[in-house]
């Protein structure tokens, strides 16, 4: 891959198709859906790699051009050729042109692009990362993580590269030179944008500088260097740093600021990272999974895995849902967001007297100003009922200048239109659970319901309502508990696989940020700083990301399902009484990096364990073809995984058939030896009420180093109430390690 976002050989192919491009995101309905020549983009999945880029994409023109469409009509057509990892490419074509091309004897699979969305001084030290933690630091140098976002800002002082020699030996990537980026340096050793629709969003250029923000704040909290005296106005004060400040940044701009991230673009950042190197691959990017063998990020991230590279993944935004959880493959390490802590409130007093403590991040002088309800704002009666929520076309300028609103939220960028209206804040009413704090642009907070109609009442119950916003301010709080927002399992793709697999920070995290945007990224906000404080699974991922490379610079040789294993089997357990989900909300519990780096045991799979896991959820030659990159894997001829599940996982997840019937299975693991040569390991069982465990051997007798030992786990479940989750445990000790497997026993709701 050349510094450009195309293959070097593509770019004479693309410069007259960039100006048959349409934003097809936007507006999903350009194209008439009774239009049946109307044209979108579509990934088209080809035999096993050819060997030579240039003949791979002739290829891949001449198999365009058998649609009865000429070889320049082709040549336009094709926006992306995938020749260093797969054998794809992506074009523009009409649903019944894809169609034809499904039915074409080379073609493994066609699917249509989408476009998703992106889903700290503080944190590592929570969850026991130190900075005094042993280091191999001549091993850490080697790390390279290479994240897909949205970009990185070069210039962040957490990516000055003091003290760190040249890239590892083994680096093949670049890094530009690109339009206003100042360039890469021994932290940052590459960077590339991806593309391949040609629509750049206005304010972007065609580099890898992040103007969102949203890159530079997960790779500076995988592996920034430290920072001294980081804050954000203040707030949240200390050195900021990553897990490993002295590995390697290598960023994949697959995600731009207004129009997401595309399947088509996705897969490229994956082909680009596992050619050029990476060791870890983080990704907080996420969708609806329809199957393992079409999706962008399955596909890539397995063949990272083929490759030795562990892909980390975010679980997702949409809880407290069930079934929520996203990026759920086997071989992708899938965490959840966690609180530390600390949070940040700010007092609201209202005239009466009376204080409440509101949530959310507002630096701004305190003053009283006069409290309106977004209703007596409204322009008109029939108004009210949408200007309680403070929308901008419901509400009366006139009755909204001045004045510190009180607004349901529900609304997009409500504090942009109050201060575009002239109003002085807002009090925002939250029906949900408020565990993270938002940046403000205005003296603003957030407060629960009840608070809310407190705050309601005073309203409509006082001739002259005033409030006073305070300044906000640090304050601890218990932890760790799992975020309110964390997508939850059941796992949708599996009902034998545990998702998600590790908890890790995700609330209120402070990490570099960029100047190109303000932030809050709202109209008429003037905020910029050089490390702001976010939440999501995106900020758990690279927490998880970072982590792994810890691990990974203790054990190099490790595959990617041993660093996987030994981050689960070593996390802290985190309380079921404040996850009612329990491993559906936190999979084996909250990230413990300095176990993971000596985990005892590890659960470890070859690529070929997947292939049985999938073969065994149903999968076949032919849906299987556009993974492994190949119709020769046959499910009848390969042998088959053992036990219930077909896989040798750290976790263990039993789904009921129904739930007015027991149900039992036999699970079959494999351990190997990562300890000490001499080890005998004892296993301890916890069961839950109406659950019957037995492990068989109850005792492993190791002589030596990667030594493997078999066991077999018996599950026997009564029946229990739809929807219910209870939890079992088992437990490998040793006289120096602890080694956690949870077991999940889950009666399905349906």
Not at 4 to 32: D, E, N, T
Request: glycine share 8%.
């Amino acid at each position: 891959m050349g510094s450009s976002k195309f293959s070097p050989h593509l770019i004479h192919l693309l410069v007259p198709a960039f100006l048959l491009l349409h934003v097809l995101w936007i507006s999903p309905g350009y194209a008439s859906v009774e239009d049946k020549h109307a044209k979108d983009f579509y990934i088209i999945y080809l035999g096993d790699q050819l060997g030579n880029g240039d003949e791979a994409i002739k290829t891949h023109v001449n198999l365009l051009s058998s649609l009865d469409i000429s070889l320049e009509e082709a040549q336009e057509r094709m926006v992306y050729s995938y020749t260093k990892v797969f054998n794809a490419f992506a074009a523009k074509l009409s649903p019944h042109e894809a169609k034809k091309m499904r039915a074409m004897v080379e073609v493994l699979g066609v699917f249509k692009n989408r476009y998703r969305q992106l889903h700290t001084t503080k944190s590592w030290d929570f969850v026991g990362l130190p900075l005094t933690a042993k280091r191999h630091l001549k091993a850490e140098r080697d790390v390279i993580i290479g994240v897909l976002d949205t970009g990185i800002t070069p210039d962040s002082e957490s990516f000055q590269d003091h003290g760190l020699g040249p890239p590892p030996a083994k680096w093949k990537g670049s890094c530009g030179p690109f339009k206003n980026f100042t360039g890469c340096n021994n932290k940052i050793i590459g960077a590339k944008f991806f593309k391949a629709d040609g629509v750049l969003p206005s304010g972007e250029d065609r580099s890898p500088l992040d103007i969102d923000g949203h890159g530079t704040h997960t790779s500076s909290t995988a592996a920034g260097v430290l920072v001294a005296n980081a804050s954000l106005y203040g707030l949240a004060s200390g050195t900021a740093r990553g897990a490993v400040p002295s590995a390697r940044v290598a960023m994949y701009k697959v995600c731009w600021a207004k129009s997401g991230c595309a399947d088509m673009d996705i897969l490229a950042g994956f082909e680009a990272a596992i050619h050029d190197g990476v060791d870890i691959i983080s990704i907080s990017i996420g969708g609806p999974i329809v199957d393992y063998s079409s999706d962008s990020i399955s596909v890539g991230s397995f063949h990272a895995a083929r490759k030795g590279i562990l892909t980390v993944a975010s679980a997702g935004n949409d809880g407290p849902s069930p079934g929520s959880v996203t990026n759920h493959e086997p071989w992708i390490l899938t965490v959840a967001a966690s609180g530390i802590d600390r949070t940040f409130k700010s007092q609201v007093d209202l005239g009466n007297g009376k204080s409440f403590s509101g949530m959310g991040i507002s630096m701004f002088k305190a003053k009283s100003y006069p409290l309106v309800s977004g209703v007596d704002a409204a322009k008109t009666k029939d108004d009210k009922p949408l200007a309680r929520y403070c929308l901008s076309d419901y509400l009366d300028r006139k009755k909204v200048k001045g004045n510190m609103m009180v607004c349901k939220m529900g609304g997009a960028a409500v504090e942009s239109t109050i201060k575009k209206y002239g109003g002085a804040g807002a009090i925002l009413v939250s029906d949900q659970y408020l565990d993270n704090a938002q940046i403000y642009m205005s003296p603003t907070t957030s407060v629960n319901s009840s608070i809310g109609d407190a705050i309601y009442r005073y309203v409509n119950s006082s001739r002259s309502p005033s409030a006073v916003i305070q300044k906000t301010r640090e304050v601890t709080i218990p932890a760790p508990f799992v975020a309110s927002f964390s997508s939850r399992g059941p796992n949708p793709g599996s009902i034998r696989l545990l998702k998600p697999d590790i908890a890790a920070p995700g609330i209120d995290i402070l990490a570099a940020f960029t100047l190109k945007r303000s932030l809050t990224g709202l109209d008429g906000d003037t905020q910029f700083s050089k490390f702001t404080i976010l939440s999501g699974t995106s900020m758990s991922c690279p927490h998880a990301a970072g982590v792994a490379a810890y691990v990974k610079s203790f054990h190099p040789d490790w595959s990617p399902a041993a660093i996987k294993s030994a981050i689960i089997t070593s996390a802290k357990p985190i309380s079921r009484r404040v996850n009612k989900e329990a491993e559906f909300a936190y999979g084996g519990g909250q990230v413990n990096p300095r176990r993971a780096a000596s985990p005892g045991l590890v659960y470890d799979m070859e690529d070929i364990s997947y292939v049985q896991f999938l073969c065994a959820e149903g999968y076949n030659a032919t849906t299987l073809a556009p993974l492994v990159g190949s119709r020769s894997i046959n499910c009848s001829s390969i042998v088959p995984g053992i036990g219930h599940d077909s896989i040798n996982y750290p976790t263990i997840q039993l789904t009921l058939r129904t739930a007015k019937a027991s149900t039992m299975a036999v699970f079959r693991r494999r351990v190997t030896n990562v300890g000490p040569p001499a080890s005998v390991y004892n296993a301890t069982v916890r069961a839950p009420k109406g659950v019957e465990i037995t492990v068989e051997p109850m005792s492993l007798s190791f002589t030596k180093a990667s030594q493997k030992r078999s066991f077999k786990v018996v599950v026997k479940a009564k029946q229990m109430s739809p929807g219910k989750i209870v939890s079992g445990l088992l437990v490998w000790k040793s006289q120096r390690h602890s080694v956690r497997s949870p077991i999940v026993i889950y009666s399905p709701s349906d």
